[in-house]
């Protein structure tokens, strides 16, 4: 028969305590608000190579993820913008994502009814 052996947890112990909170999980949020926003059309948000969702424009998606690296990337089906980020343990880590026109996108909406537009990823304060 083997003995399990239980390691009793005390108020005082740094270590176990630090343990507990490295396991804490962070939240990555993607907020479309910025008035410079085309406000028309969906963006596709991608984190660490899986799809989390899609935000219109006065949407934001929160998702938590595990405290380390990871890779944002923001798609407008179009265009796509990537941001690198390290999260660390409770961390609430933001980001602005703006589906903007460009210099020629209303000329091209008035001859062809469509013009191209982009995606700009900041990271929030």
């Known amino acids: 028969m ?5 390691k009793k947890t005390q108020l005082d112990d740094a270590d176990y305590w630090q343990q507990v ?9 993607v ?11 969906q963006l596709v948000i991608y984190l660490d190579g899986q799809r989390l969702g899609e935000i219109l424009f006065g949407e934001f ?3 938590e993820i595990s405290p380390g690296p990871h890779r944002l990337r ?7 913008k990537t941001a690198s980020f390290d999260a660390k343990p409770g961390d609430q ?13 209303f ?10 537009l982009y995606v700009t990823l900041r990271r929030a304060a």
């Open 2 to 6: 083997d003995a399990v052996v239980e």
């Open 21 to 29: 909170y490295d396991m804490k999980p962070a939240t990555v949020t």
């Open 31 to 41: 907020a479309r608000a910025d008035p410079a926003d085309f406000k028309q059309r």
């Open 61 to 63: 998606l929160t998702h």
């Open 74 to 80: 923001v798609s407008n089906t179009l265009v796509w």
């Open 93 to 105: 880590v933001r980001f602005e994502a703006i589906n903007r026109p460009g210099r020629l996108t």
């Open 107 to 116: 000329p091209l909406m008035v001859l062809m009814g469509i013009g191209p």
